[in-house]
């Protein structure tokens, strides 16, 4: 569902946030992305939902070629994930309810489906009751919450979250995070970017480590949350560290591959 190759991504001034990433990322798992600050996390999770663009190599997205996809197409890739944005991007002009509400208005749901689920989703992060409130009017974790109920009021694919937890204390965390695992488990592919050592120990399923601009650990830790697969299924690489990033090959060759897809994709 996530096929990186070669990826690098080099900023206007000059910053090389991430350099030569290599990695494959299937529908369903549970993804921690963790590394110091300015390692290129969120860099990571920009590139994938296309708000920057890589410099070099392949990405593939649910299905898109984000190297060739045109403009005017990134909104309907957009619609198969769920983002929370690390500065919420909550609408200050908007009270609650609107904030997600507009997400659902976007894709053409009618009224009365959404009067039924923006209440469901309020309730299931904590917050039945702040519908008329300003973004403003609410703390950071508030906030956050809100931006995760956006996040999942479409029932997305994957779910893209910067810190989710960030502003949130410990106890609120541990339910956010259970509720990010309860949704993985309906098939929900999760990538969740965070500092929570903690949190990562707790629920494991597959940790990616970024320092530098490089993927310097992928191993998978096993918990009641992300149980170790049946024997028999066995086989994928377990705790193993693996950084294959494989030595400059050529990635133009294989570019145009998914290019047709792209265009037909939702015409
Ligand atoms: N728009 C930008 N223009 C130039 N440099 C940028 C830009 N965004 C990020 N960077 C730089 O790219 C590098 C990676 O930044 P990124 O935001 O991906 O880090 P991060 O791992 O998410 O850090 P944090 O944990 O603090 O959020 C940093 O050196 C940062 O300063
Ligand atoms: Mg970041």
Do not use: C, W
């Amino acid at each position: 569902m996530i096929h990186m190759e070669n990826i690098s991504k080099v900023y206007a001034n000059g910053t090389e946030a991430l350099r030569k990433i290599n990695l494959d990322i299937e529908r369903g798992e549970f993804v921690f992305i963790v590394g110091p600050s300015g390692a290129g996390k969120s860099t990571f999770l920009k590139l994938i939902m296309r708000e920057e663009k890589a410099n070099f190599g392949n990405i593939t997205v649910n299905g898109y070629n984000l190297m060739k996809i045109r403009k005017r197409k990134v909104p309907y890739l957009r619609r198969t994930m769920g983002i929370v944005f690390q500065d919420f991007r909550l609408i200050e002009k908007m009270n609650v309810y609107d904030n997600i509400a507009f997400a659902m208005r976007v894709i053409g749901e009618s009224e009365k489906t959404i009067k039924k689920r923006v209440p469901y989703m309020l309730d299931m992060v904590g917050l039945s009751g702040t519908e008329k409130r300003r973004p403003s009017e609410l703390s950071g974790g508030e906030q956050q919450r809100v931006s995760l109920a956006r996040a999942l009021v479409n029932k997305p694919e994957i779910i893209v979250a910067d810190e989710p937890t960030g502003n949130i204390d410990p106890e609120r965390s541990f339910d956010i995070m259970k509720l990010l695992s309860d949704i993985n488990k309906n098939g929900t592919t999760v990538l969740i970017v965070t500092h929570d050592h903690d949190l990562v120990q707790q629920f494991g399923g597959r940790i990616i480590r970024i320092e530098d601009g490089v993927v310097t650990e992928d191993k998978k830790i096993y918990t009641q949350f992300n149980p170790s697969p049946a024997p028999d299924a066995a086989g994928e690489n377990d705790a193993s560290v693996s950084n294959d990033n494989a030595p400059d090959s050529d990635s133009s060759a294989s570019a145009d591959t998914n290019s047709e897809k792209t265009e037909e994709k939702e015409s």
